[in-house]
């Protein structure tokens, strides 16, 4: 199936440890993101990547580092994880390279849910 | 960002056409007006965009007003599976960076 998947779509963890999303899309899109939706169910965008080069930043803590080993690939890698961080966290991608005047349909994958105890 | 007002929610029966509106006074010439919804337990999808004409796809219609102040999205006949949280979305001169409000929780009965 051609689809954005992302792994795992549970993940309960402790606070303080180290954890990892993965994302994949075999859409052969150019430009990945991560979002996050907090339990208020706001969904805003944490990170942007465009054929492996980060476009987007938004104010996130540096405890959230996302890597593209390449263009079909975004993980999101969280240090030092707080009760805050909990949330679902979803990747998206779209077709296009970023430029004012184009339109991106962003494609979500499923979510990952993430639980910081 | 630039912002949306939707109302929190909305009730349709099933195979009934339902109006979504928005209000977006704030958008600029080149903002496109986007709509997305998010089913229960999954990612948003996109339903449909639009910049100054009205648009049809398979999904829904966007009614965009000529000062495009306000735009209303259409679904001509609900399901049940129309059941979700609909968000209207303009980007404010990015459009590929979108910000979600709270959205429209749309239930269909029966």
């Known amino acids: 199936d051609t689809a954005v998947s992302q792994t795992p779509k549970y993940l309960v963890t402790q606070m303080g440890n180290d954890k990892s999303i993965k994302c994949e899309q075999n859409l052969g899109h150019d430009t990945m993101y991560w979002y996050k939706q907090d339990s208020k169910k706001f969904l805003k965008i944490m990170f942007s990547y465009n054929n492996k080069e980060l476009i987007i930043n938004e104010t996130v803590p540096n405890r959230f580092s996302p890597k593209s080993p390449d263009k079909a690939h975004l993980n999101l890698h969280i240090n030092s994880l707080e009760l805050g961080d909990s949330a679902v966290y979803f990747c998206a991608s779209s077709p296009q390279k970023l430029a004012a005047n184009s339109y991106n349909e962003q494609f979500f994958g499923p979510g990952t849910r993430l639980t910081v105890l | 960002d630039a912002k949306t007002t939707q109302p929190n929610s909305m009730e349709s029966n099933e195979e009934e056409p339902v109006h979504l509106p928005c209000n977006h006074s704030t958008i600029s010439g080149t903002d496109y007006i986007h709509w997305y919804r998010q089913l229960p337990s999954q990612g948003p999808e996109y339903v449909i965009h639009?910049?100054?004409s009205n648009v049809n796809n398979r999904m829904a219609s966007l009614a965009i007003a000529e000062d495009r102040k306000s735009s209303t999205l259409i679904l001509h006949r609900a399901t049940l599976r129309d059941a979700a949280v609909y968000y209207c979305?303009?980007?404010?001169?990015?459009?590929?960076?979108?910000?979600f409000g709270k959205g429209t929780l749309l239930t269909v009965n029966p």
């Open positions: 979305i303009n980007s404010g001169g990015s459009n590929y960076k979108l910000t």
């Open positions: 639009g910049l100054t």
